[in-house]
């Protein structure tokens, strides 16, 4: 269902989903983002947030709004962008919207992804 894991030398979060999820998966979900962000904020801070979702099929509207907000708490809480990486183009329209308007933004790859996230520029 996921993974989550952390550099802390580059203040990077990485965030890989897959599967169907349900209301309960997302509770635990967004319990361990969080616990994962904090103890980088304590390292230093987490400032980039890798989430691959090439795995991930098209969710529920209460999960996708999980995910939309989680992702406005990136950008506005911990100050950290996102690139997501979605290789659907049916999933890429359910997070076009929400990616754009909090700053973050899509990818085909993880090499663009990263590319983008350790850049300087926005």
């Known amino acids: 269902m996921y993974e989550i894991s952390s550099d802390p030398a580059r203040q990077l979060l990485i965030v890989r989903v897959s599967g169907f999820w349900t209301r309960e998966i997302m509770a635990t979900y967004?319990?361990?983002?969080?616990?994962?962000?904090?103890?980088?904020?304590?390292?230093?801070?987490?400032?980039?947030?890798?989430?691959?979702?090439?795995?991930?099929?098209?969710?529920?509207?209460?999960?996708?709004?999980?995910?939309?907000?989680a992702l406005r708490f990136a950008r506005e809480t911990l100050g950290a962008r996102a690139a997501i990486v979605m290789t659907s183009a049916l999933s890429r329209l359910q997070a076009t919207r929400v990616a754009t308007s909090s700053g973050h933004r899509l990818f085909n790859d993880d090499v663009a992804a990263m590319t983008w996230l350790m850049g300087n520029t926005d």
């Open 30 to 69: 967004r319990a361990e983002v969080g616990q994962q962000a904090s103890v980088l904020r304590q390292a230093g801070g987490c400032k980039r947030i890798l989430v691959d979702m090439s795995h991930y099929p098209i969710q529920s509207g209460d999960i996708a709004d999980g995910h939309a907000a």
